[in-house]
């Protein structure tokens, strides 16, 4: 049932708990000036998601050039921003010692460039600052791969075996990282609080980690500016803005820790 002054609500369940876990998703960076994927004008409305999947990656030289493309625009975004108070916010609970984990579907690293420990960071779709390749799966900074693709080189290729080389970001279609599921699967079983911000919460096997929380018995909250398909279930909700809300947030935190 909703709380009559959720914010009040939330801000007492924070400073009571002990092991949160936040999970992000795309609105938590929007007002860093990262468009999400399915407000209107989001990437989705700019591009077929069907066009990314990746099975056509692998099987199709057209599909990885609008694949590099695509993902050269969104790089040479990642260059110019920075994180904004809802990021910051989550470092702040670290501070706190409230924080379990982070758990993010953005691969815009913007979590860690905030400050937060990079151990309490699980990016469960991966890190486009990161380039691997699908062969040997050798590692490469981004900055390094791109150089070359801005040099012409429109699909880059493994130097060392020739392999087609992919940011480290999971596509539609690909698996999901077996440690990082892993590692959220233990911060699943010590946490006392999940709070989900800025996800449209439509992307699975990410949408399942709040239900199954709420299913073990954890409070469930959900910051975002639009109804998700978990409204009706979770123990709180607060439509606003993931950077003003968290804010606010966590100014009456620290007031109530004070007291
Ligand atoms: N504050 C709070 N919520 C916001 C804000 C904001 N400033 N800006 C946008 N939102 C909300 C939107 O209303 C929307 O419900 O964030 C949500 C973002 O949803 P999506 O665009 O679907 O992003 P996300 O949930 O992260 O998508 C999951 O889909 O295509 C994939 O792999 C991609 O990781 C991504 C996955």
């Not at 609105?27 to 099975?55: A, C, H, K, M, N």
């Not at 012409?152 to 940011?167: M, T």
């Not at 959220?184 to 911000?197: G, N, P, Q, S, Y």
Request: charged share 25%.
């Amino acid at each position: 049932m909703q709380e009559s002054d959720p914010i009040v609500t939330i801000s007492q369940w924070i400073a009571k708990a002990e092991r949160i876990i936040v999970f992000t998703g795309a609105g938590v960076s929007t007002e860093s000036g990262i468009p999400d994927f399915r407000s209107p004008g989001g990437l989705w409305d700019r591009y077929d998601p069907d066009e990314f999947r990746f099975q056509r990656f692998l099987e199709s030289e057209e599909s990885r050039k609008k694949y590099w493309k695509m993902s050269t625009e969104f790089f040479a975004l990642l260059t110019r921003v920075r994180p904004n108070p809802a990021h910051e916010a989550c470092v702040e609970l670290d501070r706190l010692e409230k924080l379990e984990c982070v758990i993010t579907q953005n691969v815009d690293n913007l979590h860690t460039e905030a400050g937060l420990d990079p151990g309490k960071v699980i990016e469960i779709h991966g890190n486009a600052l990161q380039v691997g390749c699908l062969e040997c799966d050798a590692r490469h900074p981004r900055a390094e791969i791109q150089e070359w693709v801005d040099a012409g080189e429109e699909v880059p290729l493994c130097r060392k075996c020739g392999g087609l080389l992919k940011p480290r970001t999971i596509s539609f279609g690909q698996g999901m990282p077996v440690d990082e599921m892993q590692r959220a699967e233990a911060c699943m079983k010590r946490c006392d609080l999940f709070i989900v911000i800025g996800s449209s919460l439509v992307v699975y096997p990410a949408a399942d980690m709040p239900i199954h929380a709420k299913a073990n018995g954890v409070q469930l909250a959900i910051i975002n500016m639009t109804p998700t398909p978990f409204d009706e279930h979770a123990d709180l909700v607060i439509y606003g803005k993931a950077g003003e809300v968290m804010e606010d947030i966590l100014r009456r935190v620290k007031q109530l820790l004070i007291h």
